[in-house]
Each structure stands twice: as C-alpha cells, then as structure tokens.
Antibody, heavy 128, light 110 residues
Framework: EVQLVESGGGLVQPGGSLRLSCAAS????????MDWVRQAPGKGLEWVGR??????????EDAASVRGRFSISRDDSKNSLYLHMKSLKTEDTAVYYC???????????????????WGHGTMVTVSS | QSVLTQPPSVSGTPGQRVTISCSGS????????VYWYQQLPGTAPKFLIY???QRPSGVPDRFAGSKSGTSASLTISGLRSEDEATYYC???????????FGGGTKLTVL
C-alpha cells in the first residue's frame, strides 16, 4: 500500500524551530519529487515547497511566505522527507501535509505540479 | 485573497450535475495545467484531476475537468451524497514561481 506518514508536529513558541518528518512506503521513493502543503485551521490549501530527486540534484523550490525560513530535504536511504522550519511565526500554524509529486521518469514530470498521494498531516501550532 | 478564484459554495440534489469554476490569469491557468483536489470533512485532500482534464485511476468518470482560456471547471455528474466535500483547484503561477490554490468550494448535496 502506498503510504505517507508525517510526524514531528507540536506546539512551538514564535521564533522557534521544528523539524517535520514524512515516512514513505509502498513505492520507489527515490524516483519521485516530493512536496509539502499546509492548511491553516479553517482555511484553504497552501503549497510550501518541493524537492526533486537525485536525477535533478535534489533541487528545491518554495513559496515566498516561507523562503529563507523553511527548507526541505530528503534521505532516500530511509525513504524519508523532511521539512526544517525556523523563525516560526504564528501564521505558520497549520496542518502540514506530505505529498507525493510526479515520478521523475514520467514524461513531462519537471512541470507536473500534481500531488497524487497525501499523508494524514501533522499539526504545528506556533503560540506563546 | 487567493490567486485562483472559486465560488465559496455550490449545491445540488442527488443525480444532478454541478459545475465548480476556477478563474485565474495568463500566468497560471492560461498557460499551465490545472489540478483538482477533493477534501472530505476532517480528512486529507484527495487527487481528482491532473493536466486539466485527466482522471487518475480510481476516480469515477462522473468527475470531469475542463479548461478554456484563463478559466477551468470541474463538473460532477450524477451527484451523490458522498460527493459532499470541499473542492480545490490548483496551478503553477509563472509570476509567483509557486503552486497556487483556489480558496476552495464547499459542495453541499441537498
């Protein structure tokens, strides 16, 4: 079964740091681009960023709202994705979803912004 | 204020056909693919439509995506009670260099 399981969420003070993890299973993790998408309480979806795979030198892209504060990394040997968050603000409070992007070896993958598998999400609360 | 504009809500009765619109601009929908996601209450979003009109395997053909110019639509035919959810459109935006989502449309099945 294809599955993504996030962990690492919790309560953190403004200005603090947190690292989210996402454990992938049931598919060839190293072939896929991976993304983080968040959803503030009662609000819509917001894309956070993407990391591509080894074939594209693990290049990343991210949203302006998190640039310079958040970074994405992956460990293909552990089938794991990470979101490193620092200088957290109250507006970063949200459920953070790990999502699977396209398979690099699929035609047109570089410009494919689909998220076909989603984890259950992990809640991050930034509050004093 | 979302970059992609969706109606906040739509409704229909079982068996009816409903359409959810998604309006953008030349820097997103006008030149890029559109994606649609379904979020049932209290759950993670589910992948519904990709490359504007394609359905992933397992998605019923009652769900159809379309695109014309800077707007896109999701049409749900043969409405069922289990379709009651919030639907989001998404696209890449060349100006923002980011994926942008619509604000979401809550579908109520009366």
């Amino acid at each position: 079964e294809v599955q993504l399981v996030e962990s690492g969420g919790g309560l953190v003070q403004p200005g603090g740091s947190l690292r989210l993890s996402c454990a992938a299973s049931g598919f060839r993790f190293s072939d896929h681009y991976m993304d983080w998408v968040r959803q503030a309480p009662g609000k819509g979806l917001e894309w956070v960023g993407r990391i591509r795979n080894h074939a594209i030198s693990y290049t990343t892209e991210d949203a302006a709202s998190v640039r310079g504060r958040f970074s994405i990394s992956r460990d293909d040997s552990k089938n794991s994705l990470y979101l490193h968050m620092k200088s957290l603000k109250t507006e970063d409070t949200a459920v953070y979803y790990c999502t699977r992007g396209p398979n690099h070896y699929t035609s047109g993958s570089y410009y494919d912004w689909s998220f076909d598998i989603w984890g259950h999400g992990t809640m991050v609360t930034v509050s004093s | 204020q979302s970059v992609l504009t969706q109606p906040p809500s739509v409704s229909g009765t079982p068996g009816q056909r409903v359409t959810i619109s998604c309006s953008g601009s030349s820097s997103n929908i006008g030149s890029k693919y559109v994606y649609w996601y379904q979020q049932l209450p209290g759950t993670a979003p589910k992948f519904l439509i990709y490359r504007s009109i394609q359905r992933p395997s397992g998605v019923p053909d009652r769900f159809a995506g379309s695109k014309s110019g800077t707007s896109a639509s999701l049409t749900i035919s043969g409405l069922r009670s289990e379709d009651e959810a919030t639907y989001y459109c998404a696209s890449w935006d060349d100006v923002l260099s980011a994926v942008v989502f619509g604000g979401g449309t809550k579908l109520t099945v009366l």
